[in-house]
C-alpha cells in the first residue's frame, strides 16, 4: 500500500482544462479530514468517521459481502482506519492526518488486488496502468446528493484505466474496469463514495463491485 501512496503523491488526473496537479488535489485533498473531532483518548471506541462497503463479483465467499470500515482520528495526529464484518475487525493501517483521508488509498489498493487476483495479470502492470489514467483519463461531472435533509453539491470523478491500454484485447471484462469516487466539500471527510466495477463475464449474473459509500460521522444522527 505504501508503494501506491508515495506515487500517487506524483500524479494527479488530467480532463479538459484541468491540469494534473488541479484533479489530484480534487481527490486527494491533504485538508479532507479538517475539523473533524480526535478520539478523547487512544482506546475511545467511537469512529470518527464510519463507511459501507459491500463487495460482490470476488468469487470467494470470505470476501464477497457488506463490511463496514470505521476511521478513527487519535490524539496523536494519525489516522487508523479498521474493516469491519459482524463480530470481526481488523486494522487496515495507520497514516499521519496531513495526508488527508487514507479511505481512498484502501480503496485503490483493494480493487487493484482483486483485479489482479481475478485476471491473473500483474499487480505492478495494473498499478502502473492506474496511475497513467490518474494522469490522463478522468471524467468529473457535477452531480447533486441529498444529505442531512438537503441537496449539496458534488463532483463524480471517473477513471477507465484500460481504455487506450495496448493489452485491452488480452483483457477480456477486465479492460471495462472503471473507478469512480464521489467528492463534496459538504461531506465529512470528503468521500460520499468510492466505486470499482466491471461487467459480469459471459453467463453470469453480475460483475464485480467494490463499493465504499459515507454512511455517518461521529456526533450526526
Known sequence: MRVLVLALVLLGIGHGPLVAAETYDLL???????????????????????????????GQEQLDGT????????????????????????GLGSYPVSVGNPVIMYF??????????QSGGSPF???????????????????SLHYQNREIKAREVTIRPFTNDKARDRMGRFAELALAV?????????????????????????GYSNAITFKTADGQP
Open 108 to 117: 485503490l489498493e483493494s480493487a487493484l488486488g482483486d483485479i489482479a487476483a
Open 67 to 90: 463490511f463496514s470500515i470505521g476511521l478513527k482520528i487519535k490524539p496523536d495526529d494519525n489516522v487508523a482506519l479498521t474493516l469491519y464484518q459482524g463480530t470481526k475487525s481488523r
Open 182 to 206: 464521489t467528492i463534496s466539500e459538504d461531506i465529512p471527510g470528503w468521500y460520499y463514495s468510492l466505486v470499482a466495477t466491471v461487467p459480469a463475464a459471459p453467463g453470469a449474473a453480475a
Open 28 to 58: 486527494f485533498p491533504s485538508t479532507a479530514l479538517k475539523g473533524l473531532d480526535t478520539a478523547p483518548s487512544p482506546d475511545a471506541g467511537q469512529s470518527t468517521l464510519v463507511y459501507d462497503r459491500v463487495i460482490s463479483g470476488v
Open 125 to 143: 502492470y495494473l498499478r502502473n496502468r492506474i496511475k497513467d489514467a490518474l494522469l490522463r483519463d478522468a471524467q468529473i461531472v457535477p452531480v
